[in-house]
């Protein structure tokens, strides 16, 4: 444990163990959303704030946050537009980010060179500047994607639900990018901007094979996501190797290991709905039934379109509410 005494360590340690956390609890809404690469679009902005903060000899965490907010705004609005345009309008951005970055770094003498250690992660490059603001984002990060998780998973699952609701579905979504904007920034000195994804989509894949509901794969997809960054780290200073590339093999090992537990629990589910029930249900079933449990978005049981609404798997069967009731389908 010697690592522990190096002080460059100490703070890479943390901030890996801050990106292992935020980056799969915003990540869980980004695939529940279907928008899973949408942290490797940032990563592409955020590459022309680095651009920016060299040429203008400025720190680049905080200019990469601002401008990667801003894109992600600017993703958001194309997105809500809903327009064919919007496509060609995201990959214009994601690529023009890239290249203004690297214009921008070579105009500061740098060239592409000088951008490696933030699209790929570097231990020695995160100060105590850097790690105070870290420290800072990611808590803003964590608090608000777990303070409004029914929100937020509602909006995320079936908007036009959220809307009946009541709930501000367009703040919602936008708080969503935004936190995504936030936690590739500030995950690009460990993992780095063109990895960092990775670290937002695999460990919520995997928590989804081991875990059934919302909340516990979120809880999961944490765990995971805390164990590899940290893991990857300690592997990367005693091998010598890039970082955020161990970490990203570290979380893809674990998502192949999860896939037999998927599998098995696949099957024990597609048989427990398949297999009849010995005794006969009738069509409506008491609210007592459910007095202790409601269904809804998170309530831990799987969700299955029909129609234009969702049943809930309980007991083996479709349960839908409709008026006082609950009918089994």
């Known amino acids: 444990m010697s690592f522990l005494a190096l002080a460059f360590m100490q703070r890479a340690l943390l901030a890996a163990a801050l990106a292992g956390l935020a ?34 000899g400025t720190a680049p ?12 705004v600017l993703i958001e609005f194309l997105r809500q537009r809903g327009r064919a345009s919007g496509d060609i309008g995201l990959a214009i951005m ?24 933030y699209l790929f992660g570097s231990l020695v490059t995160v100060s105590t500047f850097d790690l105070g603001v870290v420290v800072a984002l990611t808590g803003l990060v964590l608090i608000i994607a777990l303070g409004f998780s029914p929100q937020l998973f509602a909006v995320c699952a079936d908007e036009d639900y959220a ?19 936030i936690t590739v920034t500030t995950a690009m000195r460990t993992v780095g901007l063109l990895l960092v994804s990775a670290l937002m989509v695999i460990p919520v894949a995997a928590a989804q094979n081991v875990f059934r509901g919302f909340f516990r794969g979120l809880a999961g997809a944490m765990g995971i996501g805390l164990v590899v960054a940290v893991s990857g780290v300690i592997v990367s200073y005693y091998a010598n190797l890039a970082p955020g590339a161990t970490i990203v093999l570290l979380s893809i090992t674990v998502f192949a290991l999860s ?36 269904h ?34």
């Not at 529940?32 to 690469?37: D, E, K, N, V, Y």
């Not at 290249?99 to 060239?111: E, I, K, T, Y």
């Not at 839908?320 to 089994?328: L, M, P």
């Open 23 to 56: 980056s799969p609890a915003i990540g869980t809404y980004i695939v529940q959303r279907r928008l899973s690469l949408l942290g490797d679009g940032l990563g592409h902005v955020a590459i022309a704030g680095v651009g920016l903060a060299l040429m203008t």
């Open 163 to 181: 809307t009946t609701l009541g709930l501000p579905v367009r703040l919602y979504n936008f708080t969503i990018v935004i936190l995504a904007a």
């Open 259 to 294: 896939w037999p537990v998927a599998s098995l629990t696949h099957r024990r589910r597609t048989r427990r709905i398949d297999d009849p029930d010995p005794v006969p249900l009738p069509h409506q079933i008491a609210p007592d039934d459910h007095a202790r449990h409601g």
């Open 61 to 72: 965490l905080p200019l990469a946050v601002i401008v990667c907010v801003v894109g992600a």
């Open 94 to 117: 994601f690529y023009g980010g890239l290249a203004a970055g690297v214009l921008m770094a070579s105009v500061a003498g740098q060239g592409a060179g000088g951008l490696q250690a």
């Open 296 to 329: 809804g978005p998170g309530c831990g049981h799987v969700m299955v379109e029909h129609g234009d609404h969702i049943d809930y798997i309980h007991h083996g069967h479709r349960h839908a509410q409709h008026g006082d009731h609950y009918d089994e389908h």
